[in-house]
């Protein structure tokens, strides 16, 4: 019987790496991943490293439902937050708070590092955002899409009070999940070689 180790290196994935598109949440559609199919992907995105198997991080998942209520929530905490802006820009960012939640699906991946620990926090941190890639990387190879948001509901103190973000934590990532509907078109990538230098023992 072979194991994961003995298995042929995969050009499907490696292709798939390379075609991975980010796409804004608006764009994102039904279907979108069912509890079965969530479930798995929440399971690959925990896959990562994870220094001293501390599990810094923790998932908050909206979708149904849950969606348009957040969203009727969010005006009035952004109102909250800004009583001393311009009331008609007030009322139009606080608009755009109620369908900050358009996609079928979104995970919260939550930073909780262990401070009562000798492993840095910002170790822990970078490991929060490795499961916000591997979800997307999950998603993408199960044929769905996505992207991978922050803004002002993911830093807002009255915004996490409502997703349910402890004082302690922080909003490594809004993962917005769904069926793109249309295909992405590609971006400009960086220069990997102009950004790699070979290193050389100091004079």
Known sequence: MSTTTDLPPSAHWLNAMARRRSVPAAGLVEPGPDGPTLERLLELATRVPDHAMLTPWRFIVIEGDARSQLGARLPQA????????????????????????????????????????????????????????????AAHGLGFAGIWVTGWAATNEKALGLLGVGEDEKVAGIIHLGTAREAPAERPRPDARALTARWTPPD
Request: neutral net charge; contains cysteine.
């Open 78 to 137: 952004y109102r909250d937050a800004n009583p001393q802006m311009d009331e008609a820009k007030r009322e139009k960012f606080a608009g755009i708070m109620s369908r900050l939640f358009p996609a079928p699906v979104a995970v919260v991946v939550v930073s909780r590092p262990n401070r009562d620990t000798m492993i840095p926090v910002f170790e822990q941190e970078l490991s929060a955002g490795a499961v916000c890639m591997n979800l997307l990387h």
